[in-house]
């Protein structure tokens, strides 16, 4: 169980680098709609691997009840034949109790581990979860810029259509604008933001140029 969590790792690292791969160029949404999608796969299949790890570490602590429980009766069945000066009696029940001895001593390194392991996984099933909604929180942040991207690219087609011209071309380009979002949309949009000011910045010294 203690390479669990790494081929886990392997797994998804695996499936998303050939999403990526396919759909780098397509709208950042959608790719990170096709993102979370498998990531919420792959973490209800982990929370069913956790769910058999506890299962597991139930049974092992049935055993450990059941050879604990053994253990007792041999011993005291071992003193009970050794006062009694039966030999062969005594030879055989000294040997249960060296077995279950060992195998209480065994079950209760194995529940050890286990539970160890079980509270590794739970650990990194809680990154899982955070880091799924962190991907949901960042697919409501790109929608929200995407939106207010078209909600721009709009109203300059009203207000300013040289610069729509100019900056995007046709309204067919309309995809190409939106599939750059990703990464780049705040810089493109502070981009534009600061060129609608540098050409209010020249109209006003024009302005004033004209009236001096």
Known sequence: MTTLWERLKFAVATDMDKVLAKREEKNPIALLNQYITEAEKQTETTGKWLD???QLTSTLEKEL?????????????????????????????EMEVAAYSNRVAELK????????????????YEEMKHK?????????????????TRAHYQMDKVLSPEL??????????MASYIKRLGSKVEEDYERSAM????????????????IV
């Open 195 to 210: 060129e609608r000011r540098l050409e209010a910045l020249e109209k006003n010294s024009a302005n004033q140029q004209e």
């Open 65 to 93: 009840a059941e050879a604990s429980k053994m253990l007792e009766k041999r011993q005291s069945q071992f003193e009970l034949a050794s006062a009694s000066g039966e030999s062969d009696l005594s030879d055989f029940a």
């Open 109 to 124: 390194m194995s529940i050890n581990d286990n539970l160890a392991e079980l509270t590794r996984l739970e650990h990194r």
């Open 164 to 173: 729509v011209a100019e900056r995007i071309g046709s309204y067919d380009d």
């Open 132 to 148: 799924v909604k962190d991907m949901k929180v960042k697919q409501l942040q790109l929608m929200g810029k995407e939106n207010a």
């Open 52 to 54: 058999r790890q506890a």
